[in-house]
């Protein structure tokens, strides 16, 4: 083999040993960083999960009537929130790789040029570099140079695939546990919801049915009470009508018992005036009889006197105007009998009390008193009558 051929082939493996290690390097940084992403996001996803399964459970369980629009906004400010962290996550852990990536390449081709610049300083002392042709060594250092920058090339656009790799596989898994997370929030929100409307509707059923039962019991109370009312007033007024029948009675009782003493009384007035005008006549008779002498006129004058005395007596004539079933009813006759100018007297009897006018000097008297008291409307007592009075403590 030539020497020539040899350092091609020397230069060769050393890119290759290049490469491979690059490219290793690559495949080590990707898997940690692919490992060191699913485990927080897994970790994340998962805790986020359980708060957002525990939260939807509290309010089912606790709060199942608070779902508004203000939870709503605070659920997506939440998440605006975590997703923004999640994005600042994945910039840091991105640019952290990129700094390793560039790192590895620079020290695979740092390592690459000392070992190639190595080979050139073994090359360069041995004897027998005279015998390569001056046209060759140019060729072969460009053609070494070529191959390096190509694998370096090579490897930085693997690199940056997997990188673009890398980025679209975390950003479809972050986008769909966006979506996730989303989607177990609406899915929470509406399960919330749904028992809400379910409370609600509960609630607003067992309210109508405690609404109608307290009307049904109002409605019933208020029939019985205006029925205990109506019982009460017609007892009321039955018992009123009964008093007032019974009141009634004993006034018609007591005015035709009062109308029979005062019929008794006229009827024995009329005879005492009968009786007196005969005995007057007989006196007058007696009296022309005996007046030729003075002792016969005055035992006229005295038969007369006897006469009249024992007719008339020492009565007190007094006019009745009623028989009040109670005092507040006198005392009514009484005020109205007195604003009219006449002397009134009250005596209580056994059916009332008996209000009259006088007393007279005489029946005459009291007669023309009786017929004014009647004629006068204002007062309407026609029923008025005379009566021979007696004070209970003259009897």
Do not use: C, F
Request: charge should be positive; aromatic fraction near 2%; hydrophobic fraction near 35%.
């Amino acid at each position: 083999m030539s020497m020539n051929n040899k350092q091609r082939w020397m230069g060769g493996v050393v890119l290759l040993g290049g490469g491979v290690l690059l490219a290793a390097l690559l495949v080590k940084g990707t898997q940690e960083l692919k490992h060191k992403q699913a485990t927080p996001s897994a970790q994340m996803t998962t805790a986020q999960q359980q708060k957002t399964t525990q939260k939807a459970g509290n309010m089912q369980a606790l709060q199942p009537l608070t779902v508004d629009v203000e939870t709503e906004k605070r659920l997506l400010e939440e998440q605006k929130r975590s997703r923004e962290r999640a994005v600042a996550e994945q910039e840091a852990r991105t640019q952290q790789y990129l700094q390793q990536q560039q790192q590895a390449e620079a020290d695979a081709a740092r390592k690459a040029a000392e070992e190639y610049a190595e080979i050139n300083k073994r090359r360069t002392g041995q004897g027998d570099s005279d015998n390569i042709p001056p046209e060759v060594k140019p060729d072969s250092k460009n053609k070494a140079t070529d191959q390096q920058h190509q694998i370096k090339a090579d490897s930085k656009s693997k690199a940056t695939d997997q990188q673009h790799q890398v980025d679209s596989t975390a950003k479809k898994k972050l986008a769909d546990d966006e979506a996730a997370k989303h989607q177990a929030a609406v899915d929470a929100k509406k399960k919330a919801d749904a028992e809400a409307k379910r409370q609600a509707d509960l609630e607003a059923k067992k309210q109508a049915e405690r609404e109608a039962r307290k009307k049904a019991e109002a409605d019933e109370q208020k029939k019985a009470d205006e029925e205990a009312h109506r019982r009460a007033v017609a007892k009321k007024k039955a018992e009123l009508e009964a008093q007032k029948k019974a009141d009634a009675e004993e006034k018609r009782q007591a005015d035709a018992e009062e109308k029979r003493k005062a019929d008794a009384a006229e009827a024995k007035h009329k005879k005492a005036l009968e009786a007196k005008h005969k005995a007057a006549l007989d006196a007058k008779k007696k009296a022309d009889d005996d007046q030729d002498t003075e002792i016969k006129k005055k035992d006229k004058k005295a038969d007369a006197d006897k006469a009249r005395d024992l007719l008339e007596g020492k009565k007190k004539w007094m006019v009745q105007v009623s028989l009040a079933a109670n005092q507040a009813n006198a005392d009514a006759t009484v005020s109205k009998l007195r604003a009219k100018g006449y002397k009134v007297v009250t005596s209580p009897t056994s059916k009332g009390i008996r209000v009259m006018v006088g007393p007279a000097k005489d029946r005459e008297t009291a007669d023309t008193a009786r017929r004014k008291i009647q004629a006068d409307s204002s007062l309407g007592m026609k029923s008025a009558w005379i009566i021979d009075w007696v004070p209970l403590d003259q009897r």
